[in-house]
């Protein structure tokens, strides 16, 4: 029987049964080979692809990090902290019309932040802080008792933070917002023998401003350092039983806060 140089018989030679059973037998022999030779290359084509999804699937881990959270893309901060007040809401200044009287108190805060780009995030918070009053403001005489209770006063801030990587696991991160200052003034009362002076607790709100420096270490513990100010005016009123008179000053509010907080 004569062949090709393909391999195939030629079909002058030999029955057309016999060309039949010699060209299966020879696709039998081959099959095999073909089989293994196209598993090979199928076992081969998804080693590629798992490789490339493997670098992939790294590439997206290093850009990411651990900053997937619970929440990802928004990140919720927790912090606590002091409250130190500053300028004309410090002052004890009895010739300072503007003099606050406030303590260093405690501040509270919760902050989501949604993740725009690895640097750039729309940051959204609330704050709170208890400030007491510094009763050496007052001048008071000894016989005289006086009662007080706090300044609160809540922040609701919008605007941008900036992220920017310091070291393999602490992130710097800078916050400027803008936004509310609700705020209560406190209530005092004094008591000088029989005579009772009282006055009462007043809210106001106005525009109000943070701006906020801190590290975050492992993407969970947090260190920050928080420059609020807002100037509301609240109308306090003063009575003694008989008279009384009110007046409606501005009180600039400003708090350095120190806070220590947890990432979720």
């Not at 059973?21 to 084509?45: C, K, N």
């Not at 490789?51 to 619970?70: N, Q, T």
């Not at 208890?130 to 007052?138: H, I, K, M, W």
């Not at 270490?217 to 008279?243: R, V």
Request: charged share 15%; hydrophobic share 40%.
């Amino acid at each position: 029987m004569k062949f090709h140089a393909n391999g195939f018989p030629d079909r002058g030679t030999g029955s057309t049964l016999t060309q039949v059973i010699f060209f299966m037998a020879l696709h039998i022999v081959s099959a095999p080979s073909l089989a293994v030779s196209g598993t090979g290359d199928h076992t081969m084509s998804r080693v590629v692809q798992d490789s490339l999804h493997g670098v992939g699937a790294d590439h997206r881990e290093s850009v990411m990090g651990d900053r997937r959270g619970l929440f990802d893309p928004i990140e919720l901060d927790l912090t606590f902290g002091v409250a130190f007040p500053r300028g004309d809401f410090s002052s004890i200044s009895v010739g300072n019309p503007n003099a606050g009287a406030a303590r260093r108190g405690l501040c509270f805060g919760l902050d989501a932040t949604y993740r725009m780009t690895e640097s750039w995030g729309l940051s959204a918070g609330s704050f709170l802080s208890f400030n007491g009053v510094d009763s050496r403001v007052l001048g008071l005489p000894s016989d005289l008792t006086v009662s007080t209770n706090s300044w609160r006063t809540v922040w609701v801030l919008v605007g941008p933070r900036y992220s920017a990587r310091v070291s393999t696991g602490a992130v710097l991160e800078l916050t400027g917002q803008i936004g509310l200052l609700s705020g209560t003034s406190p209530e005092i009362s004094f008591d000088f023998g029989n005579q009772h002076l009282s006055q009462g607790a007043a809210s106001s709100t106005a525009p109000g401003f943070r701006l906020g420096v801190g590290i975050v270490y492992k993407e969970k513990g947090i260190i920050g350092l928080t420059y609020m100010g807002g100037t509301p005016s609240y109308t306090i009123t003063a009575t003694d039983g008989q008279t009384t008179i009110s007046s409606t000053p501005d009180q600039p509010t400003s708090l350095l806060s120190f806070v220590v907080g947890m990432r979720f």
